[in-house]
T-cell receptor, first 112, second 118 residues
Framework: QKEVEQNSGPLSVPEGAIASLNCTYS??????FFWYRQYSGKSPELIMS????GDKEDGRFTAQLNKASQYVSLLIRDSQPSDSATYLC????????????FGTGTRLQVFP | EAGVAQSPRYKIIEKRQSVAFWCNPI?????LYWYQQILGQGPKLLIQ????????DSQLPKDRFSAERLKGVDSTLKIQPAKLEDSAVYLC????????????????FGPGTRLTVT
């Protein structure tokens, strides 16, 4: 089992819809979770971090964490074509908790 | 606040040649990371520095890759000799500190260097 798993997509949603991106991880002791957005040909950009069970909202983005199920998700409300990118989930690798393990990313396409 | 700076942005070399990449982290960030991102994959950590000391280099191919962070600020990553499979984007990231009190600090990436080995 991979340490961090994401569906590679593409996930296609119409403009204005909610995009739901999912990530599962294998290490039960993980405490911090990060979502990065990566446009084609660009470097990853941090968009959300979440440390506690439940939801964390920032603008149109909501991160949801369920440690019992080892599952973290990212919801993008009112999706825009400019949201079209690859979304990377990252989880620390214990015992070196600075070492982030990245999933392969989910490619999101928002069509007008 | 200025972000992470990297140079060069692009590099094309032939196999068996050497290449070096430079990174300047966000001011005040103690921890610096070098990642390798192969097309279609997530970034993979190569080496992590805390100030000028190495914390983790377990995935660095030490027979050909080397890195240093003198004076705890700028860092260079070198490949010598390069192989075809080294073609990738090399990303530098930094964070304020490393892990502390149960909290992993956010890492911020530079623009990357796209290396093509022919």
């Amino acid at each position: 089992q991979k340490e961090v798993e994401q569906n590679s997509g593409p996930l296609s949603v119409p403009e204005g819809a909610i995009a739901s991106l999912n990530c599962t991880y294998s290490d039960r002791v993980s405490q911090s979770f990060f979502w990065y957005r990566q446009y084609s040909g660009k470097s990853p950009e941090l968009i959300m971090s979440i440390y506690s069970n439940g939801d964390k909202e920032d603008g149109r983005f909501t991160a949801q964490l369920n440690k019992a199920s080892q599952y973290v998700s990212l919801l993008i409300r009112d999706s825009q074509p400019s949201d079209s990118a690859t979304y990377l989930c990252a989880v620390p690798h214990y015992p070196n908790t600075d070492k982030l393990i990245f999933g392969t990313g989910t490619r999101l396409q928002v069509f007008p | 606040e200025a972000g992470v700076a990297q140079s060069p942005r692009y590099k094309i070399i032939e196999k068996r040649q050497s290449v070096a990449f430079w990174c300047n982290p966000i001011s005040g960030h103690a921890t610096l990371y070098w990642y390798q991102q192969i097309l279609g994959q997530g970034p993979k950590l190569l080496i992590q520095f805390q100030n000028n000391g190495v914390v983790d280099d377990s995935q660095l191919p030490k027979d050909r890759f080397s890195a240093e962070r003198l004076k705890g600020v700028d860092s260079t990553l070198k490949i010598q000799p390069a192989k075809l499979e080294d073609s990738a984007v090399y990303l530098c990231a930094s964070s304020l500190v490393g892990f502390s009190a149960g909290h992993t600090y956010e890492q911020y990436f530079g623009p990357g260097t796209r290396l093509t080995v022919t």
